[in-house]
């Protein structure tokens, strides 16, 4: 029977269906090397694609089994697909590697423009049934309007889908864009609850990658999404918002999104570990990861190449956690935090420092620290400056460019590698507090603390260098990075004499001054 047939009886039978494709034509398909089995909507209509799937234990799966048997599984299409095929590739600051994933099988397809969605499951309220644990695995989709979608219903939300090993908007042989228009979505969660989308590869979709909406306990990871939002100026890689708590988005690989690569207007998320590239891609949402939401915490994720800033806190939330993340390339500073009334789009630049908080700016407006001295000696590295009281401060290697400088010309971040974590007031050599500085490129604060910290000088960091801080408080967030400071070696003292040749005949006719000289 078909897939069609296959979700029909599922529809119509109690309990757990799980879906064993076992071919008994020759594969349809063929390339790179492969072949294998095809469906082929094209030129149909609503009503003649997949139905609509309602019963709770569903499985789509796409793994193919010898007819003889029934048991062996075939491999007609071996190998793997994605930037990941031949192993070896790994995202976030801690290297997690990139889970591969393999030629699927089943090819469900058209090559028009496109309708319907290839698998959409709902909550049906007439029969009252819930789609809780569905699964779709090991299939390439590509053609429709969306990939696999999912809605749940007040009183029926579904919980336990999952979502896995899939390559949604490419064909089976190769990651590449079939160009069909229309093909709005990848993967879409609305009203769910504890979904996981996994090992997959997503890409060439009009709007989001993945996105979710109302959603809780969500997790995303490990997938490979690239050029989404290829048509929607403000679609995203990953889109995490409307609402939802709680989502965990790791270890995924974000290739030039066309609005932000992950952007999140949720509180309590984990971003951690993921590679965002190439974000911004047409101009209108220009950062690799905005958190439109309070209370969420993004750390060591790799933020590249974006048009615009690395991370976005637009202006009214708080509360956000940016550490540890390694920053590059970006077309704006690494971390902008949107004054009031700022393009929470594209960021608005460095913000000065005023000494204060404002819950109408990004993270509160949250001063970032001033180094004015770092030294490496006798295999130590001590810095100094001023900080807000009891801040905890990140200290970082910097690579600045032009669009990182102030109006003095002196560029913030980017930081392009965690060095060490200090707090200010804990273990730190300078108590003075009541101190001020002004600067026309970082600002005014009249009551601030000194800070100094001696720790060993870190692996990698050499003399000549520059290194940046940001400063955090759980109430308020995190910071932008402050302004570079170049790393010195220690001071080097000359003990003698001066001499001055007044008759400008070469010899010393007097000392001028007597002492050290450094």
């Known amino acids: 029977g078909s897939i069609d047939q296959f979700v029909r009886n599922a529809n119509s039978i109690n309990g757990a269906n799980a879906m064993r494709f076992v071919p008994a034509v020759p594969t349809n398909g063929s390339g790179g090397g492969g072949t294998w089995w095809r469906v082929n909507y094209t030129g149909s209509i609503i009503g003649e694609t997949i139905t609509n799937i309602h019963d709770a234990g569903t499985s789509i799966d796409g793994t193919a089994f010898d007819l003889a ?4 599984v075939r491999n007609t299409n071996p190998g793997n697909i994605g930037a990941n095929a031949a192993g070896g590739v790994a995202v976030g600051v801690d290297n997690v590697a990139l889970p591969q994933v393999a030629r699927p099988e089943l090819e469900v397809m ?17 029969t009252g049934q819930i789609p809780d644990n569905f699964a779709v695995r090991d299939v390439a989709t590509w053609g429709f309007v969306g990939g696999v979608g999912m809605t749940g219903i007040a009183g029926m939300r579904p919980t336990g889908v999952v979502i896995e090993r899939n390559v949604i908007g490419s064909p089976p042989d190769g990651f590449v864009d079939p160009a069909i228009a229309g093909t709005l979505r990848g993967v879409s969660f609305i009203s769910t609850d504890a979904a996981t989308v996994r090992d997959n590869l997503i890409g060439f979709v009009d709007t989001n990658g993945v996105s979710a909406s109302g959603v809780t306990g969500t997790s995303i990871t490990g997938n490979e999404i690239r050029e989404a939002g290829q048509v929607d100026a403000v679609a995203d890689g990953i889109n995490y918002g409307g609402t939802s708590t709680t989502g965990t988005i790791t270890g995924n690989l974000v290739v030039d999104s066309g609005g932000m690569g ?15 590239t190439g974000s911004g891609q047409l101009a209108t949402q220009t950062a690799g990861i905005r958190q439109t939401g309070s209370g969420n915490t993004v750390r060591h994720n790799v933020i590249t190449g974006s048009t615009g ?14 550490t540890e993340n390694h920053f590059a390339s970006n077309g704006s500073i690494a971390i902008d935090l949107v004054e009031a009334g700022g393009d929470n789009g594209t960021g608005d630049g460095i913000m000065l420092n005023d000494g204060g908080i404002d819950a109408a700016d990004g993270n509160d407006g949250l001063d970032y620290p001033i180094i004015d001295s770092a030294v490496i000696s006798g295999g130590n590295l001590t810095v100094t400056g001023f900080a807000r009281a009891g801040v905890t401060i990140e200290f970082y290697e910097a690579v600045g460019a032009a669009n990182d400088n102030n109006a003095s010309g002196d560029p913030h971040g980017e930081g392009v590698a965690y060095l060490f974590t200090s707090v200010e007031g804990v273990a730190d050599a300078d108590a003075t507090t009541g101190a001020s500085y002004t600067d026309p490129g970082y600002g005014t604060d009249g009551n601030v603390n000194r800070f100094s910290f001696t720790v060993a000088a870190p692996a990698g960091l050499v003399i000549g260098e520059e290194i ?6 759980a109430a308020n967030g995190t910071s932008e990075f402050g302004p570079n400071f170049t790393v010195t070696g220690p001071l080097t003292t000359i003990a003698g004499t001066i001499f001055v040749d007044e008759a400008g005949d070469g010899l010393a006719d007097g000392p001028i001054g007597v002492g050290p000289v450094s």
Do not use: M
Request: zero cysteines; a negative charge; aromatic letters at 10%.
């Open 69 to 72: 048997n029934g048991a062996a």
């Open 110 to 126: 058209r090559s028009d423009s496109a309708v319907g969605v290839a698998f959409y499951f709902y909550s049906n309220g007439s």
């Open 262 to 276: 992950i952007d999140g207007t949720a509180t309590g998320n984990l971003v951690e570990n993921n590679t965002v």
């Open 309 to 322: 800033p690395g991370i976005i806190a637009p202006d009214t939330v708080n509360a956000n956690s940016f």
């Open 468 to 473: 940046s801080p940001t400063a955090y408080l």
